[in-house]
């Protein structure tokens, strides 16, 4: 069965095209989809392509860094940090030049892996994503849009352009092309520190429980290791590692990314 | 849809989302592209998209329509070889050979957005490269022979350097 | 020799690097090829309760399904021609023994019709208790592998038992009395994927006059001829093979994956059929280098001498032993590494498991067993407090010491290689470690516990 592909060449068009999704499978770059179709995935699909909807920018302005959804990863390696960092992570540099943002924010973890590497990151720079749908436009904390993602077509991702100090741990993939194991990222900004980790539960995750030992003065390795509360009952248990060994380590990593930002400020 | 390969136009009515990699090897019996593992891990399909490494496999036809690919076939032939291809081939970079134009087209590209790499950013660009046979090491000399501006005069494929040849030129005799 | 000390161009380099070197999935046929994929077993280990390909079969693009029940010979040993009992079904008939193993292949137009029908293929299967662990093989309610048991039972040779690959040099027992001390370890490396870049693959073209054309990517062009043959039961005219542009093998293309069922369906459907097994069949159902357990246990003295070595080796099969009894035995030929010592108690067994099935990889049994040797050495170094490579050097194999398996030495160049290494390391020796050559024994390179095993070898070119 062939495909049938939609190919916007502006933003209205991709909303217009996008409606509530039904039926329809976004595709940014291709690299998280063209496997699971190597691999005996479904055919015959109807696919919304977004490379020409002048979707792959990045601006500053009015105190504000905005991504479009089609943005390449490849294009956050200078960005702002624990971003930037994350993103080197990612694969290799031909697969970061194709994949974009937006994929990395929408695609659903695997039996596999995590995925979704990049969702940490943003959540711990305060990012907010503006999608289209049912209902139609809505910009929410990052957290909140891959809480509700299903049937909404993301369109930029934007964060506060202001100076921070930031934190980045990683557990390292084996090989260039696996995601990473678990990965945390934490953001100090006038003085409020956001945390947030990767590879523990189904989607990034914000730590509430790390940020309010912090903010009622707990010592950085006491609140790292709150991060157990933050992911309890979510814990992934994959290919990579098990929630055994990603319950054990989280806390260091946390912990590391936590001393990133005492250094940071020093 | 639209392709430029290796200089040659085509019009293509293939379904929007096959794989570059098989409209290459299947329809267009451009085979210098290997599949490795279909799953954008290995390196083995990567071609120059507009002068951009990509993996071929990993690319849709949709995404390229209107665009210049380069393969491996595109860099130089055996009558006249393009210097990594020289390279590789007298540093021992290629073995079984089923890398080896991945490792060249990508080498190609870092090349030619940064004529100067250090090793480090060799082995950067390559980092989704798999070579099984050489442990890479050769593969990074070939490169970083390229990168220094040696000459080679082993361009000339019509004609392999016979024993005699090579004894002679390395002074060894038996 | 005017190769030797000379830096000769590869004579496939020039093809390589312009990409134009023609692996086999790189051929094409005027008229295009049929599509293979298998059925394999979902299961570690299960009975077939029932197989029907009907359904299958009258899918669309589909041209022929191919079953055990259309192979002349099913079950063909690898290493039949040197007297090892077959144990292998080319596909399974009544039983699967490890997750993969191909159950039915299906000829289709497309890669994707043949995996619809693949899919359609409806099979019933039996559960069985599954073995992993190569050191429950023996207890005695271990599942059972296979109808004669979880062993290899055919090691021949007058010395030896059936069952086992034996080892037997001196009086172990007087050295292990004579020892100061016993030094123990325990080695298992675990199974090790080729993965060469090139996944398997076959493509083979039926002639007009029954000949079939058999592009392989084959480390063994001849071997694999001869077990093509075997199954299809035809003499070799009948096989015409085009091989020798393998796209990375390291041994895990030894075994003969793809080429004789290609060419059952290129016989059955009367075209060129090529199978290309995917990256995750690669993982899932080429074989693997094998596991090993190594025990071993050495009786030393305190002044730095092995006396006498006893050691077990399990080397696991996987679900059939393809090549795993030349791998166990020579792996049993190396076992002392290169030192020299006199008296030697070894027994390997090749056991099945419900892995895939192991194979060679680079130094077929013998990397696993320089590994456990090598490590071994250091390990009683450490425990005598001496220095490992004047530990090394002592017992290190001289001109008219014997193997294990006694074979005198002509020309061992163990004393050279550790001074080689201690040089790359950057490290410096005594001078009377430095000086040390592979000359015969003498002095106090000789004590009394080496005279007889000088004495009682043969040498290697009688």
């Known amino acids: 069965m062939t495909s049938e592909i939609l190919l916007p060449t502006s933003q209205e068009e991709a909303i217009a095209s996008f409606g509530d999704g039904g039926g329809l499978t976004v595709l940014g770059g291709g690299t998280a989809l063209m496997p699971e179709l190597a691999a ?139 995601y990473p194991i678990m990965a945390a990222c934490a953001a100090r900004d006038s003085g409020t520190t956001r945390v947030a980790v990767t590879g523990a539960a189904r989607t990034g995750h914000r730590c509430t429980s790390v940020e309010q030992a912090l903010a009622s003065g707990a010592t950085a390795d006491d609140a790292a290791a709150r991060v157990v509360d933050d992911v309890a009952g979510e814990l992934r248990d994959d290919a990579l590692a098990s929630a055994w060994y990603r319950e054990r380590v989280m806390p260091t990593l946390v912990a590391r990314a936590l001393a990133q930002l005492e250094e940071g400020s020093a | 849809m639209k392709l430029t390969v290796n200089g040659r136009a085509h019009d293509l009515a293939s379904d929007p989302l096959r794989p570059l990699l098989h409209v290459l090897r299947d329809e267009l019996d451009v085979t210098g592209p290997k599949a490795g593992c279909q799953q954008g891990s290995c390196g083995t399909c990567t071609i120059l998209v507009d002068g951009e490494a990509r993996r071929s496999c990993l690319t849709p036809l949709a995404l390229v329509d209107g665009a210049e690919v380069t393969t491996i076939e595109g860099l130089g032939d055996a009558t006249r070889l393009n210097a990594l291809q020289a390279a590789f081939h007298q540093y021992y970079g290629a073995q079984c050979g089923f890398c080896t134009s991945g490792m060249i087209v990508a080498a190609h590209a870092l090349l030619e957005r940064n004529p100067a790499p250090t090793r480090h950013d060799i082995q950067t660009a390559l980092a989704g490269h798999i070579c099984r046979c050489t442990g890479y090491v050769k593969i990074l000399d070939a490169i970083e022979a390229v990168a220094r501006g040696e000459t080679f005069t082993e361009t000339n494929g019509d004609r392999q350097p016979g024993v005699e040849e090579s004894v002679a030129k390395t002074g060894v005799s038996g | 020799m005017k190769a030797v000390g000379a830096r000769l161009p590869r004579y496939d380099g020039l093809g390589h690097v312009v990409g134009e070197t023609t692996f086999v999935d790189d051929v094409r046929v005027p008229d295009g090829n049929l599509w293979a994929r298998a059925l394999r077993s979902p299961s570690h280990a299960a009975r077939i309760v029932r197989l029907d390909t009907r359904k299958a079969a009258e899918l669309p693009g589909v041209h022929g399904i191919v079953t055990h029940e259309d192979i002349p010979r099913n079950v063909y040993g690898h290493l039949e021609a040197l007297g090892v009992p077959a144990d292998e079904p080319l596909l399974a008939e009544d039983e699967v023994r490890y997750k993969g193993q191909p159950i039915a292949v299906v000829a289709a137009d497309s890669e994707e019709e043949a995996q619809a029908a693949v899919e359609a293929i409806e099979l019933e299967l039996e559960e069985r208790d599954t073995l992993f662990d190569i050191r429950k093989a023996f207890d005695p309610d271990a599942p059972k592998i296979h109808p004669w048991g979880n062993w290899f039972p055919y090691f021949g040779g007058p010395d030896e038992g059936p069952d086992r690959r034996k080892v037997r040099k001196g ?78 093998g390291f041994g ?90 006199p008296n030697i108690h070894f027994d390997g067994f090749v056991v099945f498991t419900n892995r895939v099935p192991t194979t060679a990889m680079r130094g077929f049994g013998v990397t696993s067993v320089s590994f456990a040797v090598e490590t071994h050495i250091s390990r009683i170094a450490n425990t005598l407090g001496l220095d490992p490579y004047e530990f090394r050097l002592k017992n290190a194999n001289r001109v008219g010491d014997t193997t294990p398996n006694g074979v005198t030495l002509t020309d061992p160049s163990t004393v050279a290689t550790i001074h080689a290494v201690a040089e790359a390391a950057g490290d410096t020796l005594a001078p009377e470690y430095a000086a040390m050559t592979s000359e015969p024994r003498s002095g106090p390179l000789l004590p009394d516990h080496l005279v007889t095993q000088q004495r009682d070898g043969r040498s290697a070119h009688a």
């Open chain 1, 40 to 178: 005996g995935g479904p055919s015959g699909l109807r696919v919304l392509c977004l490379a020409r909807a002048g979707l792959d920018g990045v601006s500053r302005s009015n105190g504000s860094v905005t991504i479009g959804a089609a943005c390449p990863i490849s294009a956050l390696e200078e960005l702002d940090e624990p971003l930037a960092t994350a993103a080197r992570h990612v694969a290799d540099p031909e697969v970061r030049a194709q994949a974009t943002v937006g994929g990395n924010i929408c695609v659903e973890a695997s039996a596999e892996s995590p995925r979704g590497d990049l969702q940490a990151p943003l959540i711990a720079l305060a990012a907010t994503g503006r999608s289209s749908g049912a209902g139609g436009e809505r910009t929410e904390p990052i957290e909140n849009f891959l809480a509700s993602r299903d049937g909404r077509l993301l369109l930029e991702v934007s964060y506060p352009d202001t100076s921070r100090v930031a934190g980045y741990a990683v557990a390292r993939r084996p090989h260039a092309h696996h």
């Open chain 3, 252 to 341: 895990g293309k030894v075994d003969t994956a793809a080429e004789t069922l290609s060419g059952l369906l290129a016989l059955k459907t009367d075209r060129a059929v090529k199978w290309r097994w995917t990256r995750e069949e690669e993982f899932l159902a080429s074989s693997t280098r094998a596991p090993w357990h190594m025990e071993i246990a050495d009786a030393v003295t305190s002044d730095g001498w092995i006396l006498g070595r006893k050691m077990l080796t399990l080397h696991d099969a996987g679900a059939y032993a393809r090549f795993s009894p030349y791998g166990l035995t020579k792996h049993a030929f190396h076992h002392a590494g290169a030192y020299t010592i």
């Open chain 3, 171 to 248: 009086d172990i027992d007087k050295a292990f009395s004579d020892a100061d001390t016993i030094v123990q370890g325990v080695y298992r490396p675990a199974a090790i994927e080729h993965c060469p870049t090139e996944t398997q693959v076959a493509l083979v073209v039926p002639e007009a006059s029954g000949r079939l054309v058999i592009y392989s990517c084959t480390q063994a062009m001849y071997f694999s001829m001869g077990v093509v043959a075997a199954h299809l039961e035809v003499p070799l005219n009948k096989l015409k093979f085009v091989g020798g542009t393998v796209g990375g």
